[in-house]
């Protein structure tokens, strides 16, 4: 029985970009936007947040930012993209920013550091920190623990649960008048 030939994967065709496309890549490239390779020694949430800032400012997160953000990868990390891209029915290539986001971070940050970063947002206090110390390390936390508040009364509550007691009683009543977080 002879061997069948084998069949080489076919690229993902894509159409060119448009000139205004062209435009909008060399005016994101002027901001000088970080690049990503995969490497443990790089910062995944930083690049992200570096290039959600200048897409961002420029007005097209939503329009150019998954295309801009790939082209922003290297090594390992271009590698991984170029697997989801191959990997993926033409459909589903084209991703929000927040599902690219989330899939990426899930690729490039380990599951060892989510984990201590929700246990250190779960046993956030403020102790001897200030209230915009306290308010800051939160912030930064929190970020990293939206599945642990996942609304923003939530979000609020946990806040006030880790300031000290005096303070935690009066923005407590505070949250009793039923202040609506919208």
């Known amino acids: ?65 998954v295309a801009f953000t790939t082209f922003q990868l290297r090594g390992v990390a271009y590698q991984w993209w170029r697997a989801y891209e191959l990997g993926s029915p033409t459909e589903l290539v084209s991703l929000t920013w927040v599902q690219f986001s989330e899939m990426f971070l899930r ?22 920190m200030s209230v915009s110390e306290y308010a800051v390390r939160f912030n930064d936390l929190d970020r990293h623990a939206a599945i642990l508040v996942s609304t923003v009364r939530e979000r609020v509550r946990r806040f006030i649960e880790g300031h000290h007691p005096n303070i935690r009683t009066s923005m407590a009543r505070e949250l009793e008048i039923d202040i609506s977080y919208q």
Not at 23 to 47: H, I, M, N, V, W
């Open 107 to 128: 690729e490039f940050i380990p599951h060892s550091l989510w984990d201590a970063w929700h246990v250190e947002f779960e046993q956030l206090c403020q102790g001897t």
């Open 1 to 65: 029985m002879a061997a069948q030939p084998m069949v080489p994967v076919q690229p993902v065709v894509r159409e060119a970009a448009s000139e205004e496309e062209q435009l909008r890549l060399e005016r994101y490239k002027k901001y000088d936007p970080p690049t990503f390779s995969g490497l443990a020694s790089e910062s995944a949430q930083g690049f992200l947040e570096k290039c959600h800032r200048i897409l961002h400012t420029m007005g097209i997160v939503e329009m150019s930012g």
